[in-house]
């Protein structure tokens, strides 16, 4: 019985002694421009892997073509797409081919040769030793890798992450944009997969589609590899993007979590701070407006009239913040997804 071999000593806590030889672990490659790098990444994985699937998204290259013939490797498959569909439309073709060829575990790899297919295992084990639901790379974990980072992309993906935080409610996940991925294939059945964003946008949009199952996610530490190749995202032409998709994410998440599935504290909180902060804003500014163009200096009470529910207001927001950091989903769902169909 094969076990995966304890490979990065930053993962404490996590399990790596799991026997993967009892799980049918599948392998999704979105290729688009890589095919230099594509048959380098194949002949890297590891043989823990039982499927590969090589999803060509109407690659100008003819990475597909490339595959076929010369990879001999009998865990290959090759998908294509007659039009570009995105990252995210490749990786979720690859999904949908796995689960139908039963797969317990779907990887998703990048085929431009930045993750090294070694730390596959480090992805897997804590999916199977019933730890997470979904797995994804972190390579800020160590503060030697950033050095190598182009400073654009460091100060791109510091924000990004921000705003993935606000809107997936996964506070304690870092480098959202990361595509080193894991997902157990019954979370990734239950997701809307026809709903998620088929753009750069995916990984981030995933984890939002997590959150409203409430499934575990933890990040991987790993080393992103970086040389001739050449990253088709641009942080600077996709933040304006994002920051609109994740604004409409957080309504989403917030309606659907502290809204429409329930009712607590925390949704008064936020109600309470938005109508306080609001009003003492409007407030303040009309009087201070009306000062300005009067000259006529506002009362002490009018200032603290504004003030006040400023001031309150700001403390409900903190308190609902609070209150969604510690809401992080903490227990597993897809061995519940498992005992159902076994009731069944």
């Known amino acids: 019985m094969k076990r995966t071999a304890e490979r990065d000593p930053l993962m404490t806590g996590v399990r790596h002694d799991v026997p993967t030889s009892l799980a049918c672990i599948a392998v999704v490659i979105p290729c688009y421009n890589v095919a230099q790098e594509i048959m380098s990444v194949l002949g890297r994985i590891g043989p823990e892997c039982s499927r590969i699937f090589v999803v060509d998204d109407a690659c100008p290259q003819h990475s597909g073509d490339i595959v076929e013939a010369q990879c001999n490797d009998p865990r290959v498959r090759v998908i294509r797409h007659a039009q570009n569909q995105g990252v995210g439309g490749a990786v979720i073709t690859g999904y949908r081919a796995a689960i139908a060829a039963g797969a317990s575990v779907i990887v998703k790899i990048d085929g431009d040769g930045q993750m090294t297919p070694d730390l596959l295992p480090s992805f897997v084990g804590p999916i199977l030793a019933g730890q997470a639901d979904y797995t994804k790379g972190n390579r800020f974990y160590d503060l030697s890798n950033i050095t190598r980072m182009p400073t654009l992309r460091i100060v791109g993906n510091a924000a990004l992450s921000f705003m993935a935080k606000l809107s997936s409610g ?3 996940l870092f480098d959202p944009t990361n595509g080193y991925t894991a997902i157990h294939a019954d979370v990734a ?24 199952i409430r499934a575990v996610v933890i990040d991987i530490p790993m080393s992103a590899e970086y040389g001739d190749e050449v990253s088709n995202l641009k942080v600077s032409r996709v933040l304006s993007e994002f920051l609109s998709k994740h604004t ?11 809204f429409l599935r329930d009712f607590s504290v925390a949704s008064l909180e936020l109600i309470f701070g938005i109508v306080l902060l609001a009003f003492g804003l409007v407030y303040g ?4 407006v009306a000062s300005y163009r009067s000259g006529i200096p506002a009362t002490p009470g009018t200032v603290i009239l504004s003030a006040l529910p400023v001031l309150a207001g700001i ?5 609902f913040v ?20 076994l009731r069944k």
């Open 170 to 172: 996964y506070w304690d």
């Open 189 to 212: 059945r239950h997701l809307p997969l026809e709903k998620v964003s088929k753009g750069y946008f995916f990984e981030t949009d995933l984890l939002f589609r997590l959150n409203t």
């Open 248 to 258: 409409t994410n957080v309504a989403k998440r917030v309606f659907y979590n502290y």
């Open 285 to 288: 500014v009309t009087n201070w």
């Open 315 to 319: 403390q409900f927001l903190i308190a």
């Open 322 to 341: 609070s209150f969604d950091m510690a809401s992080i989903p903490k227990r597993v769902i897809h061995a519940a997804f498992f005992d159902s169909a």
